[in-house]
């Protein structure tokens, strides 16, 4: 929900259409790079996950914050927080930052990230007097190439440091190899000399796939995912929650059945007979991956990705790490929801919402 709060005659309250001009102005005062457009301006006002405050004495806006709340996941961003600077030193930012974190607790979130350009000490020191700490850097991150510090706070009540396993974060380069993506990022978790490449991608694909999937190209099964990665010299298990053909449920013609029931036992065949994998049947618990990520394993996971944009689709992600609250993963493919690399990268998912997911 979305309340007008005050403090001291500054008034705290949403953004309207009205304010896209003043805060345009606002914009070009504070920032001579990166700057948001009218065009988006327009679209956080309108936005079912933006939070837009504006900061207002009388009838002058002195500043906004914006805050993008990421779909079926426990995290928010904070994208943008400005004061004009005749109002610094008055509080506005810090007051604007803390009713956004108010905002996005409520509405179920419980971390907020930011990007804060690495020479910007005034913001830094802001940032980290709010309780938020440095967790990563990122190089040429801004127009004129300089470097942004990642910060992150938890904005509820629990303070919990997840087991995060560095993992770097690739993304997939077409619509059906997430299971590629994922498994070269659990791998080069493990292994830093191994290239994270397309060639690599497409070759796990070819080897992994299950030919048909629920439509176009198909994705790739466990098994065969097992197969790459054992061929990589990495000792495997996989676990099954089912003995049947995997994905065949999701093909109407008896034809594609019978191709997805002979690959299933190809790769069944396959994985039996190799050194490095061994297979398990049952339902994975969270404490099993748990389990797994503090004895060194690196983990991958099979998703419906209902919860973070509705299609039910079948998509591989990584695990980076686990809390009491939350599980974490690298999700290899930018949505429109979720369109920048930075947002797919540990990304804290509640236990339960992974729950229904996996």
Same mark, same amino acid.
């Given at each position: @929900? ?9 008034? *705290? ?32 006002? @309108? ?22 709340? +990421? ?37 179920? +979130? ?55 396993? @560095? ?49 176009? +190209? ?72 748990? +389990?797994? *990520? ?13 919860? *973070?944009?509705?299609? @039910? ?33 540990? *990304? ?11």
């Amino acid at each position: @929900k979305l309340m007008a709060l005050s403090s001291n005659e500054l008034q *705290l309250r949403p953004a309207l259409l009205s304010d896209v001009d003043t805060l345009l102005s606002i914009e070009a005062r504070c920032f001579d790079l990166d700057r948001l457009t009218r065009r988006s301006f327009r679209h956080w006002i @309108k936005a079912p996950h933006g939070l837009l405050l504006v900061a207002e004495r009388g009838q002058q806006l002195l500043g906004y914050g914006l805050v993008w709340c +990421h779909q079926g996941t426990r995290l928010a961003r904070l994208y943008s927080l400005a004061s004009l600077p005749e109002a610094r030193g008055q509080g506005i930012a810090r007051q604007l930052l803390t009713s956004l974190e108010i905002m996005a607790s409520e509405l179920g +979130h419980l971390f907020m990230r930011l990007e804060v350009a690495k020479h910007n000490q005034q913001a830094i020191d802001l940032y980290e007097r709010s309780g938020y700490r440095i967790f990563g850097e990122i190089s040429d991150y801004y127009e004129d190439h300089s470097d942004a510090l990642r910060m992150q706070k938890t904005i509820t009540h629990a303070e919990a440091e997840a087991l995060q396993r @560095k993992t770097p974060w690739y993304q997939q380069t077409t619509n059906f190899t997430c299971g590629p993506a994922a498994l070269m990022m659990a791998m080069a978790s493990l292994d830093s000399k191994l290239e994270m490449k397309q060639t690599l991608e497409l070759d796990i694909w070819r080897q992994a796939t299950s030919i048909f999937m629920t439509s176009g +190209h198909g994705g790739c099964h466990p098994l065969g995912l097992a197969l790459a990665a054992g061929d990589h010299d990495f000792e495997t298990q996989v676990w099954l929650n089912t003995h049947d053909t995997l994905f065949v449920d999701g093909v109407r013609t008896p034809n594609k059945k019978d191709v997805l029931t002979v690959v299933h036992q190809q790769f069944l065949e396959r994985a039996q007979a190799h050194p490095n994998i061994s297979i398990n049947y049952g339902d994975i618990n969270q404490q099993h991956i748990d +389990h797994c *990520l503090q004895n060194g394993y690196a983990v991958i996971v099979l998703i419906s990705t209902y919860q *973070l944009d509705g299609k @039910k689709a079948p998509h591989w992600v990584t695990v980076t790490g686990i809390d009491d609250q939350c599980l974490y993963f690298h999700d290899p493919d930018p949505t429109e929801i979720n369109p920048l690399a930075i947002d797919c990268q540990y *990304l804290p998912i509640a236990r339960a919402d992974f729950e229904k997911m996996s």
